[in-house]
């Protein structure tokens, strides 16, 4: 059995700035991929980036230059580093594990807000 806990989201300003945080605990013995997921209301969840066991990273193209992601391989743990936030930022986020199995695990999602 596998838990993810998120935290860090919450309401920001345009521009500003948030860290959302993700820990795994439970059965893990390999990991593949971990990473952040995203959906606001009326739209399909969709990838907003993700950090491969090697150590490479896929970005949605609306994020890169702005989001990074980061892991803490002793911890089980991936931080998704959110700047120069925008209103189309606005969602609830996901993290993910991908541990090798038949399925991936998720976390509880927390919201993120970008308004004024």
């Known amino acids: 059995q596998v838990q993810l806990v998120e935290s860090g989201g919450g309401l920001v300003q345009p521009g500003g700035s948030l860290r959302l945080s993700c820990a795994a605990s439970g059965s893990i013995f390999s990991i593949y991929a971990m990473g952040w997921y995203r959906q606001a209301p009326g739209k399909q969840r969709e990838l907003v980036a993700r950090v491969f066991s090697g150590g490479s990273t896929n970005y949605a193209d609306s994020v890169k230059g702005r989001f990074t992601i980061s892991r803490d391989n002793a911890k089980n743990t991936v931080y998704l580093q959110m700047n120069s936030l925008k209103p189309e930022d606005t969602a609830v986020y996901y993290c993910?594990?991908?541990?090798?199995?038949?399925?991936?695990?998720w976390g509880q999602g927390t919201q993120v807000t970008v308004s004024s």
């Open positions: 993910y594990f991908d541990l090798y199995g038949p399925r991936d695990y």
